[in-house]
């Protein structure tokens, strides 16, 4: 029986799926990833997650036709390089994938970007099923973003597209961890809104978030999404910023790219209503006339599994018996 | 011999071109486009265009197996018709596909977006050739955009993608056409241009372009750059802050769509080096390192032919004895 794994490999955990021929999930596990023990022990612990499901759910080694890993950071998916990976110290055009074909015998391997991964499993598997385009957003520390067009994921060029948290919404405003001011991110991002809220108290307002004894240093973006649901003045403020922000970055991806579906990811998704009602209702007033009648926003249905399905699914359309 | 027709049809000008079996142009007209006498008036001029050309060189209607048209504003590339163009009053919803092919005795006429067929013929016959995606910018009145993935138009879900215009790049900032503010085209368009320098002389400036006896109204984006490259100061601030602004769109377009060469054309790059040369400097230093590295940025080959050349193509696509 064949077989597909896929592999989301971040900077917290290593995640890893088993798949029928048919896609059906076989089995599934996570590990801390342990970047401090270097390259090699990552690429291990990768390789020896595979081995553990094949076991566990009785398929041979042998009968895996292939393995999709999705990494962070830009990626050559050409040459199978992890090109940079931001929470990888001193990880740099690093040969991930023929690394992890090697640790598993030979086994066919492809590599791609972990957002381009992830919204190609919402595509596939989720709630992008039927559509032809879709655009993920992923709202965590920073923004990550997937493109899938006409069915395929849309890398560019240069393995650059869907950096949407580096487009610029605001020419020399807030500066950016990629050096640069005004991009979205530190606007739309949850670490964007810590960062704003605490701005703000350093500034002297204040917010029924810090008079319940809780630390600047501790705030979370949850702990301010809840502050503006039970009616925080500066909390709502923030929120507010964060998703006309954010609303922004929908209209640009409209603009440009114009996907059937923009689905959300991350984090910050846990607001549920109170981000996703303000951002319908911004966003729409924002887009042209046709994408305001039917482009659809969406909270992702896979969440956190988006990325190993996504990934099953790559190794499937670069091994599978018809693949082209 | 088979023979194909392509059309730009703007609101000043109509232009057509007749192409021969392997694309190579025949003969071409341009007429003003008497939009003020009625949809029908256009209509028949288009058609009246191309049997004239026809008749100039020796082909018969009937061997002209599709026509190809560039229409401005959204279009609905499946029914064929103009959603609305803004250099047309009252254009809505019209049906120019079926009404061109009835004035052409049934030859088949497809119809898309003026800005997509002109980036689509730079694509396959000027700069873009034997590159796989290209983006084209055209810098007038207003700032259009066309964009080609993969060898293919890129339309969107909603015939909306590529609005390069009015993506958002200060949040807040000066109002655009659109009805929003922050708008990519108040800074970077020909007319944005004008604007911000008449309004850094409504605020006391001072110029060389109005010291030579120029009134406010009369000024163009031409007397800017060619009072900046002249050594005016506040001229050359202008056209500074527009090609700054002009860089931060190739780079959202680099960050979204990725392609391999963004393409210029429209009147304000007759400003050649004084706008090539500083938005090579602004646009790289904001990439990313890979398309930092690589992506092309270019002034059109074809130029004003750009469109008509296009919607032959289309047509050939379309219509062609190879067309899948």
Known sequence: MAAYAGIDLGGTNIKVGL???????LDQSSCRTEVEKGFH??????ADSVRMLCERSGVALGDVRGVGIGCPGPVDTQAGLVVVAPNFPGW??????????????????V?????NVAAYGEFRAGVGRGYRSLAMITLGTGIGCGIVIDGR??????DTAGELGHVTVHWGGRPCGCGRRGCLEPYASATGTVRRFRDALASGRSSIVTENGLSEEAITA??????????????????DETVRYLAIGCDVMVNLVDPDIIVLTGGMIAAGDLLMKPLE?????????????STRLALTALGGDAGIIGAGFCAQDSFGTSAS
Not at 41 to 46: K, L, T
Not at 111 to 115: G, I, R, S, T
Not at 222 to 239: P, Q, R, S
Not at 281 to 292: D, G, L, N, Q, V
């Open 111 to 115: 590599l791609e970007n972990d957002a």
């Open 281 to 293: 209702k911004y966003a729409r007033e924002m887009f042209f006339p046709r994408p305001k009648a």
């Open 222 to 239: 949850k702990d301010i999404f809840e502050a503006a649901a039970n009616g925080d003045a500066l909390a709502w403020e923030i929120v």
């Open 92 to 109: 740099r055009d690093l040969p991930v994938r023929d690394a992890l074909r090697r640790a598993l015998g030979g086994t066919p391997t």
């Open 153 to 158: 994921i849309h890398r560019g060029a240069t």
């Open 41 to 46: 022990r990552v690429i291990g612990q990768m």
């Open 19 to 25: 798949f029928s021929q048919d896609m059906a999930i």
